[in-house]
């Protein structure tokens, strides 16, 4: 009986947060996430392996390929909620050991920052903010149940293990981009 009682008082929970999540997207906003995570390395170590953006596959569970196509663009081929998708995206700003931001040119609607913060000198804080726009009713169940924000946190905690376990970077860019 009380296992009942707890499956229909999560249900309804679940129910509302849907139903605001809609209600949100009814209005037009977009979804967004901010994640955080500390990475036992220096800041310089961290944000060149983020430069190394052809290696996301290796720690982004859903992602396929990234191509480099110039200092300022990339192109993504990724599954998002079980449908291959393919997008564009253009380096808006990056300044070394600070920040990379982006948006998305073509394709998945996105756009973010990510952000390097010294806690130590073998302690990176590395934060990421993204803003993106579900498409669809299985993105848009799955992004109120949270599954963007809950891969964002596993693909942080991957980039961490797999950084800290290699101690070094597989290369870094330490060119500047701002916004004109």
Known sequence: MLNRVV????????????????????????????????VNVPVRTAYNQWTQFEDFPQFMASVKEIRQL????????????GEDKEWDVEITEQI?????AWRSTSGVPNGGVVTFHKIADNVTRVVLQMD?????????????????????????????????????????????????
């Open 132 to 180: 993106y726009q579900p498409e669809g009713a299985l993105e848009k169940i799955g992004d109120a149940l949270g599954a963007v924000r809950l891969e964002a946190r596993g693909n942080l905690q991957k980039f961490k293990d797999m950084l800290e376990a290699r101690g070094k970077e597989t290369g870094g860019w330490r060119g500047s981009i701002s916004q004109h």
């Open 7 to 38: 499956t229909v008082a999560a249900l309804a929970v679940g129910g509302m947060m849907l139903s605001k999540k809609f209600k949100n997207k009814a209005s037009g906003m977009d979804s967004g996430i901010i994640e955080a995570i500390e």
């Open 70 to 81: 110039d200092d300022k663009h990339l192109h993504w081929k990724a599954n998002v909620a």
């Open 96 to 100: 070394p050991d600070e920040r990379i």
